[in-house]
């Protein structure tokens, strides 16, 4: 075993060896280093480099990583070894697609720059909800049914609404 220590005020890199080897977290020159543990599934948390903080993964069963802030940007969290599941996620203050795969893929309506994409759920019958993109709403559909149609407001319009697959 080692001891993180000081050298010129920076804390240098513990380990522990004979068991699963384990390194704290530590910082060099104000900067953050990434944590593992490995000899079991590989563990990372998310750590802070110069004030950005890095993608913790866990490896050796289904693979998971947790959102994390990079310059005060959130990238994508996902699950693999199983469904993926990635949630929406804030990258420089807008806000990504989430997305589930690996069986029926839904995403739901999520915010970019203030304006809220299209929601699609898939494999079954497809259902988008009508969203609201730079202030005017979306045309939301249903289909494998006889698709149905809002009328929706685009800038500060109101469109047709329809019912299709039947008497429309």
Do not use: F, R
């Not at 384990?22 to 998310?46: C, F, H, I, K, N």
């Not at 940007?73 to 599941?85: C, F, L």
């Amino acid at each position: 075993a080692s001891e993180g220590t000081t050298l010129a005020g920076e804390k240098t890199q513990p380990t522990i060896s004979g068991v699963p080897t384990v390194s704290e977290a530590t910082t060099v020159a104000g900067e953050t280093t990434q944590p593992t543990v490995s000899g079991a599934a590989t563990l990372s948390e998310g750590t802070t480099v110069a004030g950005e903080t890095t993608q913790p993964t866990v490896s050796g069963a289904a693979t998971i990583s947790e959102g994390t802030t990079v310059a005060g940007e959130t990238t994508q969290p996902t699950v693999s070894g199983a469904a993926t599941i990635s949630e929406g996620t804030t990258v420089a203050g807008e806000t990504t697609q989430p997305t589930v795969s690996g069986a029926a893929t839904i995403s739901e309506g999520t915010t970019v720059a203030g304006e809220t994409t299209q929601t699609t759920p898939t494999t079954l019958a497809t259902a988008s909800e009508g969203t609201t993109l730079a202030g005017e709403k979306t045309q939301p559909t249903i289909s494998g049914v006889p698709t149905v149609s809002e009328a929706t407001t685009v800038a500060g319009e109101t469109t047709q609404p329809t019912v299709s697959g039947a008497a429309t």
